[in-house]
């Protein structure tokens, strides 16, 4: 995709006219590249109707593109809703592409959300091969996980020490 292109997908996006919205969005499933998801996540940080916030989900949920990784945890930590970032966590593990390089970020998501969300974030890390893991990373996370000093509720106490397990798993 063109500069220019990009760019007319872009004003396409925030059209205030619903039918040229979906338009773009399906120029950004066809064509689009990982600059979208910034641009996806922005429109869903506004007031959108539901047929295009069902059309944003169709596309995250189906990204392949393992360039698309970083963005994707971006726009969760951008987002101005707990509710929206539970989505986009949702649509990362939907995607089934590799986070683990993004495990860190994850973890302090985790941390730093209620219970529902950071299941979302458990999910993203439980559902990784753990082959996929490097050693780094999973010092990294638990260094986060276990130096993070907060009143958990049960039910996330326990999830996080199912996490620091993981990757204790990892480095054993």
Known sequence: MTEKEFKKTEADLFASNGRIVLEALE???SQGDTRHIALMAALLNGKTN????RRVFDILNNLKNP???SELVQAVQNSKTIELKRELLSACWNSGLDFSAEFPSIC???LETDFLTAFEAFTIIDTTAPENITEDIANECLT???NFTADFGIEKEKLRSNVVQIFKNVVS
Request: charged share 25%; no cysteine.
């Open 50 to 53: 539901p047929e295009i916030h």
């Open 27 to 29: 120029t950004i499933e």
């Open 108 to 110: 302090r998501i985790f």
């Open 67 to 69: 360039a698309a990784v």
């Open 144 to 146: 986060i996980l276990e």
